[in-house]
């Protein structure tokens, strides 16, 4: 006996719930907010930014002398350049400009992390060094996005959502000339390491041996970093797979309920004009007694009521009409049952 009609419906469910598993956990991820903040700041810049005046770099890996530093945007104009440090968080954010670290609360739950202008020095200072630039021609900036709220005074260069836009708006004088944003624009070109997967992977295995570092203990040891993108292709793919064959089934269903449906109504409409059809056209008697026999005389109905026949005749009729052009095996074969059962009443008939 085969069991897998009866499990069917549990191994769907069981796929559909680790693809959503899947989804929920990639969207609660550190790296999935991440990237988001990133791409609001970046969509927002291009939208509210003039970009013939600020010119826009996103992701920029620099070299130092103990690793890389990792830079989330750089914005280049006449009026500067804009180093802008992106934290996708939410809850009350309390800190002060020289603190070391700052304190997010959710609820009863507090977690401490580095001053993102303390953070946002080394990025300064590297790209500065770098360009060959003056203190004031190059900026510091902090953007948060997401939903959180500011306990404590923050400097003027730590903004939430659009505000960090509006500071580099309110940076008004020139302090660097067209040619000189062009210079600025090429070495930072040719100063970045490719941006790349394995960029991004040196990177964070970097960061992490600072923070065990700082905490004193031993980083653990990774493999390549590739099995995990790959785990996560594999699963999004199952996931795709699951969606197609659920959408699939969707539309043959409603295909087949939309040609049951036009298949009654061309049965209901046949019958509404059985009475104008000639004898000839539907190869049946359309009266409902039989008119005469091969010997030429009339037969009463005797067996079986006319209102039986009379019925059995319309229902014959509509669907040798339905099945005009229809090939559904289904529709023949209610076709050929309701004229055999016709011919049957008629010959009793007879």
Not at 23 to 40: D, T, V
Not at 157 to 169: E, H, S
Not at 233 to 260: E, P, R
Not at 297 to 314: G, K, T
Request: charged share 20%; glycine share 8%.
């Amino acid at each position: 006996m085969d069991l897998s009609p009866a499990f069917q419906p549990l191994i769907t469910a069981l796929y559909y719930l680790l693809a959503f598993s899947i989804i929920a956990g990639l969207l609660r991820s550190p790296w999935f907010k991440g990237k988001f903040g990133e791409f609001l700041v970046n969509f927002s810049a291009r939208r509210y930014l003039d970009k013939s005046r600020y010119h826009l770099i996103k992701n920029v890996t620099l070299p130092t002398e103990d690793g890389t530093t990792q830079i989330d945007h750089v914005l280049v104009s006449v009026f500067g350049v804009f180093v802008v440090e992106t934290k996708n968080m939410k809850g009350w954010i309390f800190g002060g400009p020289h603190q070391r670290s700052w304190t997010q609360k959710i609820y009863r739950s507090n977690h401490k992390f580095q001053n993102p202008l303390h953070q946002n020095y080394k990025h300064v200072k590297t790209l500065q060094t770098l360009l060959g630039l003056d203190d004031h021609q190059i900026h510091s900036l902090v953007v948060f996005v997401g939903d959180s709220t500011f306990k404590t005074p923050m400097p003027e260069n730590v903004t939430q959502g659009l505000g960090y836009v509006r500071y580099i708006k309110s940076k008004t004088d020139p302090v660097l000339t067209q040619q000189e944003v062009e210079e600025v624009r090429e070495k930072i070109a040719s100063g970045r390491l490719k941006a790349s997967f394995a960029t991004d992977q040196a990177h964070a295995r970097y960061v992490r041996g600072l923070v065990a570092e700082r905490s004193g203990s031993v980083p653990r040891s990774r493999g390549p970093g590739l099995l995990k993108p790959l785990v996560f292709i594999a699963l999004m793919l199952g996931a795709g797979t699951i969606v197609l064959n659920a959408y699939s089934d969707f539309v043959s269903g409603a295909l087949a309920t939309g040609t049951k449906r036009n298949t009654e109504q061309r049965g209901e409409g046949v019958s509404q004009r059985i009475p104008h059809q000639s004898e000839s056209e539907l190869k049946i008697d359309s009266s409902p007694v039989t008119q005469a026999s091969s010997s030429g005389i009339v037969a009463p109905d005797i067996h079986q009521p006319r209102s039986e026949l009379f019925l059995a005749r319309q229902e014959c009729n509509a669907l040798i009409a339905a099945a005009i052009g229809n090939q559904d095996p289904r529709v023949l074969r209610d076709r050929d049952k309701a004229c055999a059962r016709y011919k049957t009443l008629q010959g009793e008939v007879n």
